[in-house]
């Protein structure tokens, strides 16, 4: 038998980022993902955490509205019902597998609850067994809250997502980047672009010294939003905010930016999708990577009845539908 050369990783970004579709982030950790069966009704176990993530993967569909889907670990180990495992099934249905592949957060020390993001430890051997296993990307996630970030932190944190970015490129995994601004809290429009163009500021200063090819990479940042707890803006003002911000950091030569929901309604984060896809002035595709916003109806209708499976599926369709065609 002989094996078809990997795609070049710029192929792989822009299949991932264009063509109208988007990337299904399923990857949260056993706890995160433990903890929201609980609260929808669902006992939590490794038998439920692969039922439900079988039940989005094959979804009949996905594959029009998504590109890839980002897995944990776990998951990515796992097998279906059929006896595939995750990465095999994906592929056969269109879709590009992906791995989480950070180890989580730590509080960095005298920075005053800003957190760095961990996992560079082995992540070479890591990378080259979810390689052979057929991931084709993977995500790293650092995370910020606008009352804590400091230079040092965007520094350290962009440091760790520049090293993790070349490993990956060196095993032929194209590697999302997520430098998130958290929209917890009560901060304005303007704290949140400002802490969101430091972030990026360092993350494109530290990619750039580390040699990372910024033709085979995703960008997954936040969009600029008010936090939950503060008055809303409009919906024209943070399209404008996130804009300016990306406009201002983000290098032309990066083929695809997919947004994180960040929590936030989906019919909000498409508005907000639908109107900066709608801008001509953009160098680079616009695209999601949401998880909650296309996920989390479909879990509460699914609550581990396997009766329900097919309309949870219909929930998570609709969504995915409505993040696809903001970016048609
Ligand atoms: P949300 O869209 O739920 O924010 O999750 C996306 C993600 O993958 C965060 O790392």
């Known amino acids: 038998m002989t094996t078809l050369p990997a795609p070049p990783l710029a192929a792989v970004a822009q299949q991932l980022t264009g063509g109208g579709r988007g990337i299904l982030a399923a990857d949260e950790s056993i706890t995160t993902m433990s903890a929201r069966l609980e609260q929808a009704g669902v006992p939590a176990s490794a038998t439920a955490r692969r039922d439900y993530r079988a039940l989005l993967l094959t979804a009949d569909g ?34 590009l597998p992906g791995i989480k592949v950070d180890t989580g957060t730590t509080a960095l020390p005298g920075q005053a609850g800003a957190l760095v993001t961990e996992g560079l430890d082995g992540l070479g051997a890591r990378l080259a067994s979810y390689a052979e296993r057929g991931a084709a990307f993977a995500k790293w996630r650092a995370v910020f809250d606008v009352r804590t970030i400091t230079p040092y932190a965007a520094h350290a944190n962009g440091h760790a997502l520049a090293r993790y970015a070349a490993l990956c490129q060196e095993h032929g995994i194209v590697p999302i980047v997520e430098p998130e601004v958290l929209c917890t809290g009560e901060h304005d429009l303007a704290a949140s672009a400002q802490a ?133």
């Open 62 to 95: 996905l594959a029009d509205r998504v590109s890839g889907i980002i897995l944990c670990d776990e998951t990515f180990g796992q097998d279906l019902a059929d006896g595939r495992p995750f990465p095999v099934a994906a592929r056969d249905l269109d879709l």
């Open 196 to 328: 969101t163009r430091l972030a990026l500021r360092s993350l494109f200063a530290a990619l750039d010294a580390a040699g990372v090819d910024l033709t085979g990479i995703v960008l997954k940042p936040n969009f600029v939003t008010p936090g939950l707890d503060a008055a809303p803006a409009p919906a024209d003002e943070v399209v404008v905010a996130t804009f300016e911000v990306l406009r201002d950091t983000v290098p032309a030569a990066v083929p695809g930016i997919a947004f994180l929901s960040g929590g936030q309604p989906t019919e909000q984060v498409c508005d907000y999708l639908r109107a900066l896809h709608a801008r001509g002035d953009r160098p680079w595709s616009v695209t999601f990577s949401f998880g909650r916003a296309l996920v989390s109806a479909a879990l509460h209708t699914w609550a581990g009845a396997p009766a329900t499976v097919a309309d949870a599926q219909r929930v998570l369709l609709a969504n995915c539908r409505s993040a696809a065609d903001a970016t048609r």
